[in-house]
């Protein structure tokens, strides 16, 4: 096999590791501490931009592969797995305001 096409897909099965990361962090954030969701936004950008410039260093340093193939296959790798993680987060959120409007109505009477 190709060595670029070797060096994509192994990005790619490593960007799909900071997907789940980040669906993690994102999952116990929403879960414990829902008003501080918007700020570990930043925390996660810095670690999808550090992979990117760890990838790009990687190949630009190294003659493994084209450091274009693995900055894509990176990209996608991070990228295609929001489809289903993002769902996943509605649901919980849902689930989340659910019980909030359910504790509102006891409180009510």
Excluded: C, W
Aim: net charge positive; hydrophobic share 50%; proline share 3%.
């Amino acid at each position: 096999m190709n060595r670029n096409i070797t060096g994509a897909l192994i990005t790619a099965g490593i960007g799909v590791l900071i997907a789940f990361i980040n669906y993690l962090i994102s999952k116990n954030v929403l879960i414990k501490a829902p008003q501080r969701y918007s700020l570990i936004t930043v925390g996660r950008q810095v670690l999808q931009i550090g992979f990117l410039v760890l990838v790009y260093l990687t190949g630009a340093k190294t003659e493994f592969a084209d450091p274009a193939y693995l900055l894509v296959g990176a990209v996608l790798g991070m990228t295609l797995p929001m489809l289903y993680f993002t769902k996943k987060l509605l649901r919980i959120n849902e689930t989340i305001a659910k019980k909030k409007e359910e504790k509102g109505d006891e409180a009510d009477g």
